[in-house]
């Protein structure tokens, strides 16, 4: 089945430090693939999302490649904030004809310190 | 716009005992999903709900899991003879109807907390 594979946390940085969280996956179709981010306290939102190979995609200053190649969508961000403090999670979604649910790796918790 | 809402946020419940979970999805979403949050299986797919049907079940857990959908909007989940092991936050989720070629936005709900004592 479908899988996804993160790098596990927590990663705590300095401000405007350079932010990676890698992501790879495993998929028997063509996924889209998403970034969804948790902040302390409150729900699950979309960051950002890619939905074929060599797209990238970017919010916010963050930003990920689809790679096909070497199926993966590593997050980045050139300098983070103290506001960047959240959990990070890397998602595939099924095909729509499977209804696109989406599967998501263990999430990374990104601490910023000032 | 309104959200997706989940009642009640918190629930603490006896082991052994029924809970029924609530979503609200966001107004003209046909698409719902749950899915299920907890510290050893990390965000698991509990079950997907295109209008009041549910084509894919594939992710609850046994069958003391029940979902059901009712006028294509408010979803329950159920859960009988609640175990330990079913402390976990259960979030909803709704998204436009999955079509070919696109991959909508799920927008998710802020969760319902279950503690099974």
């Known amino acids: 089945g479908d899988s996804v594979t993160q790098m596990e946390g927590p990663v705590t940085l300095s401000e405007e430090a350079f932010l990676t969280i890698n992501c790879t996956y495993t998929a028997t179709g063509y996924p889209s693939l998403f970034w969804y981010v948790q902040y302390p306290g409150e729900g699950l939102q979309l960051l950002l999302k890619a939905t074929k190979a060599d797209d990238k995609g970017s919010n916010k200053g963050f930003e990920a490649t689809y790679r096909k190649e070497t199926t993966s969508f590593h997050l980045e961000k050139g300098s983070v904030q103290v506001s960047d403090s959240a959990v990070y999670f890397c998602?595939?979604?099924?095909?729509?004809?499977?209804?696109?649910?989406?599967?998501f790796g263990g999430g990374t918790r990104v601490l910023v310190k000032p | 716009g309104a959200g997706v809402s989940q009642s009640p946020s918190n629930k603490v419940t006896e082991k052994g005992k029924d809970v029924e979970l609530r979503c609200d999805p966001i107004s003209g979403h046909t698409a719902l999903y749950w899915y299920r949050q907890s510290l050893g299986q990390g965000l698991e797919f509990l079950i997907y709900f295109q209008g009041n049907s549910a084509p894919d079940k594939s992710g609850l857990p046994s069958d003391r899991f029940s979902a059901e959908r009712t006028g294509g909007s408010v979803s329950t989940l159920t859960i009988q003879r609640t175990q330990q092991e079913d402390s976990a936050v259960y979030l909803c989720a709704s998204s436009l109807a999955p079509l070919r070629g696109s991959s909508y936005e799920q927008y998710f709900g802020p969760g319902t907390r279950l503690t099974v004592t």
């Open positions: 998602a595939l979604s099924a095909p729509p004809a499977a209804g696109n649910k989406l599967t």
